[in-house]
């Protein structure tokens, strides 16, 4: 037995990824893991300490018995207490330390991967407790360290990787969200339609349709009549869906046609992330 077809594509992007993330730090000095990123209070380390917490509860590995300081003013909700614990853990470690761990880690992740004959629909263990598909686990691995991939750039001044495996991931899975950012967050109105033009190295075309119940659906067919087109590159749709940036800190890389309030609340409630 060998990793299913439907899989390939999650383990692919995982460790083109996480491979690029230890290219990126092991070159560094100390003092360089303590640069801050896009992602809000988490530092290099913090995101190195993150990808690894997560993948080794993909191997299976106990989760670590720590207390959080109470002083984490980025830390509001239960979800991201859950994913503190593995960064705060490590907020001490070394350079030395993160990248060895890093390393082990993503060795014995690749081990596991080689070796994995599960199905697609085999649950596994997920966040607080919860259960998820073996597949939806694998996806949201790719997406979340293609993501962290993309802060750590961003804090080194070192782009790339915007067209990546796990940049089309990522697509598919911000795109997801978006039927909910412009009916529901937006409150675009029943029976209209909303086009996103995204260009740049993933580059696409989507509409979001809103029925007369107020649901929003996407799809690749171009709209005769939206209230309202978003034109963008796709470096910066994905930096407003993650949360990484507002809509005021990038309103010149954004073009707006049409309704333009409708298109304000839209990109101002544009993050798709926990």
Known sequence: ???????????????????????????????????????PGWSVRDIVSHVIGLDCEMLGDPRPIHTLPRDLYHVKTEGQRYMEMQVDVRRHHTAPEMTAELEYTIIRRNRQIRNESRAPETPVRGPLGTEQTLELAMRLRAFDVWVHEQDLRVALRQPGNLD????????????????????????APANSAVVFDVSGP???????????????????????????????????YSRLACGRVTYAAVRDRVKVEGDQDLGDAILGNFSVTP
């Open 202 to 236: 993933v580059e696409f075309l989507r509409t979001v349709r809103v029925d007369a119940e107020g649901r929003g659906t996407v799809d690749n067919t171009p709209s005769l009549g939206p209230l309202v087109t978003i034109g963008t590159d796709w470096e910066t």
């Open 164 to 187: 990546s495996p796990g940049a089309y991931v990522a697509r598919d899975l911000m795109l997801l969200g978006l039927g909910k950012v412009v009916a529901k967050k937006a409150g």
């Open 1 to 39: 037995m060998s990793l299913h077809p439907s899989l390939q594509t999650y383990a692919d992007a995982w460790a083109h990824a996480v491979e690029a993330i230890s290219e990126l730090v092991t070159p560094l000095a100390e003092g360089e893991w303590n640069q801050p990123t896009p992602c």
